[in-house]
């Protein structure tokens, strides 16, 4: 919970006159306002940048899988590949977190 201090209380009460110094505090309470808000304006635009980036890089991982998994033995022979190595190359190609590394040492 937020307190307030005396010199804001002051400026909160319309009756009295506002001399320099509650001014200067005034001042100094909005511009403090203001680089807060343009610091958590920030973060949610680099987290939705983030998310959006993670989004991106499921669906395209998820599309190589389908469109090796749509090929013959043979063409994914052609291509130095085997069914068993589609997620592996799938992965390889779209890196995404630390997550992929702990997904390959699951227990059997």
């Given at each position: 919970?937020?307190?307030i201090?005396?010199?804001?209380?002051?400026?909160?009460?319309?009756?009295?006159?506002?001399?320099?110094?509650?001014?200067?505090?005034?001042?100094?309470?909005?511009?403090?306002?203001?680089?807060?808000?343009?610091?958590?304006?920030?973060?949610?635009?680099?987290?939705?940048?983030?998310?959006?980036?993670?989004?991106?890089?499921?669906?395209?991982?998820?599309?190589?899988?389908?469109?090796?998994?749509?090929?013959?033995d043979?063409?994914?022979?052609?291509?130095?590949?085997?069914?068993?190595?589609?997620?592996?190359?799938?992965?390889?190609?779209?890196?995404?977190?630390?997550?992929?590394?702990?997904?390959?040492?699951?227990?059997?």
């Open positions: 919970m937020n307190r201090t005396p010199a804001e209380a002051a400026l909160m009460m319309p009756s009295l006159p506002r001399n320099a110094e509650a001014e200067r505090i005034h001042a100094i309470i909005a511009e403090a306002r203001q680089a807060r808000d343009a610091e958590l304006a920030s973060r949610v635009t680099g987290f939705i940048r983030m998310l959006r980036g993670a989004l991106t890089a499921i669906r395209t991982r998820r599309d190589t899988v389908e469109r090796l998994r749509a090929l013959s043979r063409e994914l022979a052609d291509i130095g590949m085997s069914r068993g190595n589609i997620n592996m190359a799938a992965a390889a190609l779209t890196p995404m977190a630390a997550n992929d590394l702990a997904e390959d040492h699951r227990a059997a």
